[in-house]
Each structure stands twice: as structure tokens, then as C-alpha cells.
């Protein structure tokens, strides 16, 4: 098959590269990173990615543990599933934004933003008086957390050929490892010392500090390309904005909103509503599903209809080897979503392991993931070829979650669900090839729209298994709850359901607590089957795209910028 399919791909990528050849465009689109910058600023620029990096896992890892306690302190944990699906929101709506200021605006200035954004949201969070304070200092967090992540995928690209692409994009994930050991750490210690504000407060720090390198590389960069007339600047300020926002307008910004705010009335309401889908029944609930729905619908008219460069374009979507890996991450979003929102309150509730134990085993799926991105980053570097070793991948996700739901109790049976949890990571870490497989059948300046379509997809399958997970939690476990709880304190289901804090204040072995453990075992068997069912769909999706050889996509490329130059040089004489 590989042979058969070799000179298909070699012929695609010739004729992309003709393009290039004929486009002015898209020459100046290939200047990177890798072409501005020394050796050592090179090195600082590296240094300064992987702290970055490094932070956001980190805070990821002790803010999600302290959102727990923060949520319980209002009792509204419940809400878990809700902030799964505003982050997803959020990010749908942003990615097309950022794609496009990517293109017009310095990596500087937008990653200078998202460093303000993240430590307005954590001033936000620690001083938060209730759950609506606390939820809209997230959504800021979300937006800021968003943007960095994405210009973490974008340098990296910038700063790494295609050959060694998958190596980088592991390399710019190897800080989650040392992130998430120390992580779990990190958060125990602040809970018992200090409280869970205060270890929000710290990141106000931290976040801007460890940013100093990256951002002093990326004005390096600016500076020298300002100094060399690369770019052309508009003749005032007034006429850059009016040309950015022109062009937001033409990247399908309109889109953008379609998408995100139909996904946000059709997704919240059933995890922000406290009683759960019989609640979901009423009025105020039921319309903003009914809107959503027509958004979303008007959201697919008008990217088939009206809009003039759509959020996936139509050359992209015709890609096979750009569609199969973006569907396949989708579905393999869909899994993690539905196991990660409610799998810290699952392990704490049904075993006596410490705060900084159950962190751990929340974190090995992705701490495996981390490292098995690297380890196939190096191997996709020696093979040149990403396609099998995706479709492996793919089939250990399945098997991950097979072992999940044969080994589901972490108080007996807590070595067979950390296994299942480390061989569900390395099947995750397979899914660094998909922007590998569509990077390497794309143009150079489809890049931010290549990153910005996989975030937007993977965030969608988090608004929607965030969504479904938060109903199923408000839904099934208050149901199990009242079935399964001694007769005196049945009323108490939902209290229980909505705080970790109440559910383990009854005593270990007694009837009470065995039965809040099996309430939530029976519960959570829903989350482990949707994790596999999801995960065998991106197992059969990762076999539609090619066996594509990264190597000779870099040899074409670099040829038709030869090409380019010479042209370029003749005319000149």
C-alpha cells in the first residue's frame, strides 16, 4: 500500500510546492523562527519554550487539584463537568482569532498577552467571594491558557524542520513529566500548610517570571526583522487595526462566534444545572438548547454558503491526510474528556489514598503521554514515516480503556488501573502525528490554520463529553445515591454529589461510605465505557490517511525555496 501511494503524495507535494514557487505570499509565509535567529538566541528561544511549557502544565496540575477543594468550599462541585465545556467553548471561539493575529501580529506581543491574561485570571480565582467570581476568573484563565498553548504549537513548527517536527512537538511536552511528579507534590503540601487561594496566588508570580526568556528571544527576533525590512508596516497605527480587524473579518470571525456560541447554549445548561437532566426539563434550560442548536445549524450554513475563507477550508477538508488524524483527535478528545473531569473525586471517594497519591494516579495518563510523545517524536525523526505508528497507537487506547474498565477500583485494585492508565497514555502520546500527517500534506502558511483546527476539534469534543460527563454526574450518581444510601440520610444524595469534603467526612467501613463507593463505582462504569467507545471510533479513523515521508516532504520544500530565491536573485540583476 505505502508503494502504491508514494508517488501520489510525492506528486501532491510537488504541486504544493509549484505554488509556492508562483506565490509571493506564501515565500514570505515560510520565513521562520529558524531563519531569524542565531544560534544561541536559538537556544534561549528553546529554553524559554520548554519553561513555558513547563508552567502551563504545572499550574494546570495544582489548580485543577485546588478547583476541587474551591468548588466543594462553595458546594458546587458538580460544576466540574460545566468547566470542562467552558474551556472548550472558549477555546472554539478563540482558535480563528488566534490563527489569524498569528499571521498579522508578532509572536511577542501575543504571547505577551497571554501572560497578562493568565495572571489577571489567578488575581481573579484567589480572591474569588463565590462560584460566579470563580468562574469567570477560569474563563479568563481559559482564554489566556488557550493562546499560550497555542503559540507553543506555532513556535515550535517555527522553530523545527518538517524531518524533526514530531521530535519538537514531543520536546515542547517533555516539561508535563517533570511538571506533573512534582505537581502533585506541590498542590498536597499548599492544601495542608496553606489553602487552596493561596496556592492560586502564587502562579502570579511564576507565570510571569518564567515567561521572561521566550518573550526576550521572540523581541530578539522582532527587532531584527524590523531592522532588515522583512516586514512592511502600515503608515499609522489606525490603518494596522482597521487591517487587522478587515482581516479577522475575512478569516471567518463571524464563524468563530457561530461556533463558539452555539456550542456554549447547546452544551452548559445541562452540567451548570445544579438538579441535574430532570432539572433540564424546565424552561430556562430547554431555550437556550433550542437557540444553540439553530446557531449551530446557521454556523454550518454560512461556513457552506457565505463565508469567504471558512474556519476549515475546503482544500483541508478534501485532505484525507489532514482530515483522518483531525476526526481521529477528535474522538480521542471525546475519551479523555469523559474520564478526567470527575476521575480525582472518584479515586478520593472510593479509597483512603492521600491528596498527593490520588493526584499521581489522575496524572499518569498524562505524564505517560508526555514521555511517549517524545520517545515517538525521536522514533517518527529515524522512520520518516508517522503512519503506522498512529494507527499502533490508536489500538493502545483501546486496550487502555479495556483495562480501565476490568480493573476499576483504585482502593483493590489500584495496580491494574494505573497500568491501564499508563498504557491509555502512551496510546494518547500517538496523537503528536496528527499534526505531523497534516502539516507534511499541507502549504507552509497553512500552519496556525492546521493548529488552530486541531485545538478547535479537540476543544469541542471537551465542550461536549464535559457537557455529557456533567450530566451523567448530576444525573446518575444523585439517582445511585438515593438507591444505595442508608433510608436516614437519603435526602442528603445531593449534598453529597456536590461536595468531595461531605462525601469523605463518613467514616471508612461504615454503611454510609460503602455505600457513597458504590454509588460511585456504578456511576463511574458509564465513564469507562464512553472512553472506549470513543477511542475504538479514532482507532478506525487513523487508518484513512497516507503513508507520507516527512523527509522527502523537507527535501521538496527546501528545493522550491531554492527555486524561489534564485528567481528572486535573476530578477534583482
Known sequence: MASETKPAVESTVAATCEKEEDNEHDLVAGITLLDVLNKWQLVLAWIGLLLVSFTNYLDSVTVSTYFVYALSEFERLSVEGALSAIFGVIALGIQGVLATLAGEIHSFTIVAASVCLITLAFILEASAPGIGALIAGFSIYAVGLMTSKFMIYVLTAELSNMRHRALSLGAANLPAMISQLGGAKMAESVLQRLSWRWGIALWCIMIPVASIPLLVALFLARRKVHQKGTLEMPASRKQRVLGIWAKLLEQDLIGCAFLAAGCALLFLPIPLEHGGVERYASAHCVAPTVIGFCVLVAFGIWEAKFALNPLFPKRLIRNKNVLGPLLASLCGGFSLSFLLPYFYVYIMVTSQLSISSATYITLALTLTNAFAQLCYGALVS????????????????????????????????????????????????????????????????????????????????????????????????????????????????????????????????????????????????????????????????????????????????????????????????
Not at 494507527?391 to 486496550?399: K, N, P
Not at 456533567?470 to 456536590?498: C, F, H
Not at 463511574?524 to 516527512?550: K, Y
Open 382 to 573: 529515524w522512520m520518516q514515516r508517522p503512519k503506522w505508528l498512529f494507527v499502533a497507537t490508536m489500538g493502545l487506547l483501546v486496550l487502555g480503556g479495556g483495562l480501565q474498565l476490568a480493573f476499576p477500583d483504585p482502593h483493590s485494585q489500584l495496580a491494574g488501573l494505573v497500568a491501564a492508565q499508563i498504557v491509555s497514555g502512551f496510546g494518547f502520546g500517538g496523537f503528536m502525528s496528527v499534526l505531523v500527517l497534516a502539516q507534511a500534506s499541507a502549504l507552509p502558511q497553512d500552519v496556525p490554520v492546521l493548529s488552530a483546527a486541531y485545538i478547535i476539534l479537540a476543544n469541542f469534543s471537551t465542550s461536549v463529553a464535559g457537557a455529557v460527563a456533567g450530566g451523567m454526574w448530576t444525573t446518575i450518581l444523585v439517582k445511585n445515591l438515593e438507591q444505595y444510601l442508608p433510608s436516614e440520610i437519603k435526602d442528603q444524595a445531593r449534598t453529597i454529589m456536590g461536595s468531595l469534603t461531605v462525601a469523605q467526612s463518613y467514616e471508612w467501613g461504615s454503611p454510609e461510605r460503602e455505600a457513597i463507593i458504590l454509588a460511585h463505582k456504578k456511576t463511574f462504569r458509564h465513564f469507562f465505557v464512553g472512553f472506549i467507545v470513543t477511542a475504538s471510533m479514532a482507532f478506525l479513523l487513523s487508518f484513512i490517511c497516507d503513508d507520507i515521508h516527512v523527509g522527502k516532504v523537507d527535501e521538496e520544500r527546501n528545493a522550491a525555496k531554492r527555486k524561489a530565491e534564485e528567481k528572486e536573485n535573476q530578477q534583482a540583476q
